[in-house]
């Protein structure tokens, strides 16, 4: 990949990385309960979920995708129902003592992993995108196996920087937000429920 068609394609994955979704309201949400080390964790489950969506895409999978409805109408309800249980538990956890910090003792590194790359993995939209965006980057005249290294590089350089300022973002905000905190999980988990919505709506119309 030519230099600045890379700087070009850096200059696109962050932009996708800044574009409001589920992996940015979960580091946000994860850096406030549990602090932005623990949610680091969130952060590094969330990129790989992204990068393995993204290997998917470029090797044709995505193109399957769209020729058969039906599969990516299974893959966008469980994504759904994913993320309304992900909303309603988020719904439902109380505001932690920040000064005891329990919050982050008590949470699993490998529990904030999995619901990381699982929000990721839970959006089958974002193999389309991928499918629809990555191409116009790729140099035909070079090996794909060749390009495709760089390019999950430099998407996950980028994401993992847009989440990672997320997290440390609502870690700064645990101060302000020490009597507030039950009022923002319940906005995280019904923004959570609202996309779920939103997916299934689309598959209706």
């Known amino acids: 990949m030519a230099l600045e068609t890379w700087f070009l394609f850096a200059l696109a994955m962050t932009g996708l990385a800044l574009a409001p979704g589920p ?4 580091a946000l949400s994860h850096g406030l309960l549990y602090g932005h080390r623990q949610a680091l964790f969130t952060v590094l ?3 790989s979920g992204f990068i393995l969506l993204m290997a998917v895409s470029v090797l044709g999978v995505g193109a399957i995708m769209q020729t058969h409805g039906s599969l990516l109408m299974i893959m966008k309800t469980a994504g759904a129902l994913y993320l309304t249980w992900l909303g309603l538990k988020l719904w439902k956890t109380s505001a932690p003592e920040w000064q005891e910090n329990q919050a982050s003792d008590q949470v699993s590194r490998r529990i904030l992993f999995r619901q990381g790359s699982l929000t990721a993995l839970a959006n089958p939209k974002v193999t389309l995108v991928f499918a629809a965006f990555i191409p116009q980057f790729i140099d035909p005249t070079r090996s794909l196996l060749s390009q495709l290294p760089v390019m999950i590089l430099t998407f996950a350089a980028c994401e993992f920087m847009v989440e990672y300022t997320l997290t440390r973002i609502a870690h700064w905000l645990r101060p302000w937000l020490s009597t507030r ?3 923002f999980n319940q906005c995280c988990g019904s923004a959570f429920i609202l996309i779920a919505l939103l997916m299934t709506f689309e598959q209706l119309v």
């Open 23 to 26: 992996n940015g309201l979960l």
């Open 45 to 47: 489950g969330g990129v």
């Open 181 to 183: 905190g039950k009022i």
